[in-house]
């Protein structure tokens, strides 16, 4: 939708209806339980990585808005468990992770670092002690866009 004002395109009805879709979606959706199949199913009881990241993955600043608009409560209420399930969530690559995995998958510290800063509108100066190092040498997004958030937040 900002692509389309840069561009200088006129608004599309069609894609601004999509877009009320997909955020209506995501904000029913939203729930810090895991999904039952995860329980029913004996060969996905380990598929539980992403629980913690599930709802904040593709985060953009509009689902931003939105959640805490219309799920602030609820968004609180996950980061809480989160944070007690994966105590070192903002750690890149740390080194532990459910099941038999070796290695956290790079969506915790990225996903939950942008609900505290968007959602929660957590402060600079507590999000700047989240920022952990790149997970990869050259070209980690994840942490670049995180970064870049701290950045337009601006030091005290």
Known sequence: MELQKLAG????PAIESEKNTLLNLRMSTFTNNAPSVVYSE????????L???RNFM???PELAT???????SEVQTALIEYEANTPYWFVSRFEGVFGEGVITPFYDYHTIFQAKALILQEPYNKLVN??????VPIGDLYYIQ???????MGSP
């Open 9 to 12: 395109l006129a608004p599309s």
């Open 42 to 49: 004996f060969t996905s009881f380990y598929c539980r990585a």
């Open 51 to 53: 629980n913690s990241s």
């Open 58 to 60: 593709y985060m953009s």
């Open 66 to 72: 939105a959640m805490r608009t219309n799920i602030l």
């Open 130 to 135: 989240y920022l952990d190092v790149p997970a």
């Open 146 to 152: 995180n970064l870049i958030t701290l950045i337009e």
